[in-house]
């Protein structure tokens, strides 16, 4: 089973070459992600529809082209065609990461006709009294351009559709997907967890006390180093077996524990234990040798408390300022949910952002 995403401007063919595509591998579906778009009116209240201006910036619709995806292949088997515009790498991250956590590798071919020809067929499309779709065509050419030339041309096998049409580019590509030439997108594959799972996270600091950060191509989001504990393992020894992997960097000894948080389940999640320990501060020699996989990271950066409330996912930036309350005070917190509970009788905890309470 596998996908082959098609990927491109708006007006730049997808749809019809992925018609064509059907025709030329055997067992293959076409799916195309927009009828999930157009059901949202009918899922969601209008007031959260109005919230985006792209449905693709909805949660619920990156959550179901994957699922949806994966329950056609689930079903048919064979190869399943996708044409969609993805010009966020976050989201194409995030979709092709879902796709790979179910063990379906993602083949990304961008149909990339030359600018001029692209306007011009968007000028000649057809389209009804309402003159919205072409302007929203026109609209995207810019984030076009910008994801080309920062992370796009990179990352998929471009065909230059300027002089063919559907079925010549449809021949070209069904050639390339056959002879490897269209490689399994390089992404990690992270099986979705079918149980509670145990995760161990290392806050490494610099010399200004900034906490390390790391944003995974994987899963949306910026991140502590760490990772899932692994049957067996102990959970600090497994947030250091992760730094290493992830970052490059080996601690020598066993980070002190800062934080237990208990994240109680929330469909899809199953949710588990989250611990967070403190991993002290890097020496200017280690920071200038950090590394990062391709694969699985995309970026890092050590950012200030405040820094990390934009970057951090709230669940996640409210057990850093937890970690952080823990850090300066000596002592481990265990919460539940987010929230300290069973601190010792008569001792105080500064809440983030907060004045101290009794839990």
């Known amino acids: 089973m596998t996908v082959v995403w098609i990927n491109g401007a708006f007006g730049a063919g997808k749809t019809s070459t992925a018609r064509e595509l059907i025709e030329l591998i055997p067992n293959s579906t076409l799916f195309d992600p927009e009828v999930i778009g157009a059901g949202l009116p009918h899922l969601l209240p209008a007031k959260r529809l ?14 179901l082209v994957i699922d949806t995806a994966a ?36 083949r990304h071919v961008l149909l990339a006709p030359a600018e001029t020809i692209l306007r011009r067929r968007i000028a000649e499309r057809e389209v009804p009294d309402d003159l919205r ?34 079925r010549e580019a449809a021949v070209l590509i069904a050639e390339a997907v056959s002879t490897g030439a269209v490689p399994v997108c390089d992404i990690v594959q992270t099986p979705e967890p079918t149980a509670e799972t145990q995760a161990a996270g290392v806050l490494l600091f610099d010399d200004q006390d900034r906490v390390l950060l790391v944003d995974p191509t994987y899963k949306p989001g910026w991140e502590f180093p760490g990772g899932v504990v692994e049957r067996g393992e102990a959970p600090a020894r497994a947030g250091m077996r992760e730094v290493e992997e992830e970052t490059g960097i080996r601690l020598t000894e066993v980070p002190r524990l800062l ?11 199953y949710g ?4 967070l320990f403190d991993g002290g501060r890097l ?19 050590f950012a200030t408390e405040e820094e990390a409330a934009t970057l951090l ?7 850093l300022r937890w970690a952080l309350r823990a850090r300066e005070r ?10 300290p509970v069973g601190q010792a009788h008569g001792s105080r905890v500064r809440p983030p952002g907060g004045r101290a309470h009794r839990p």
């Open 50 to 63: 109005a919230e985006v201006g792209d449905f693709q910036d909805l949660p619920i619709w990156r959550r």
């Open 330 to 339: 000596g002592a481990a917190l265990y919460l539940e949910a987010g929230e």
């Open 313 to 319: 996912p709230p669940v996640r930036y409210t057990r």
């Open 71 to 106: 329950a056609l292949l689930a079903e048919l088997g064979g190869t399943l065609v996708v044409p969609m515009t993805l010009l966020r790498q976050e989201y194409r991250d995030e979709i092709f990461g879902g796709l790979a956590a179910r063990r379906v590798p993602v």
């Open 283 to 301: 020496d200017p020699a280690a920071v200038e040798g950090l590394l990062l996989p391709g694969p699985e990271l995309r970026a890092w950066r």
């Open 259 to 269: 934080v237990v948080d208990w994240e109680p389940p929330k469909p899809p999640g």
């Open 133 to 166: 779709p072409r302007g929203w065509a026109y609209d995207h050419i810019e984030p076009y351009r910008a994801a080309l030339a920062s992370w796009l041309a990179a990352d998929a096998h471009l065909v230059d559709t300027g002089a063919l049409t559907a």
């Open 272 to 275: 588990g234990l989250r611990l």
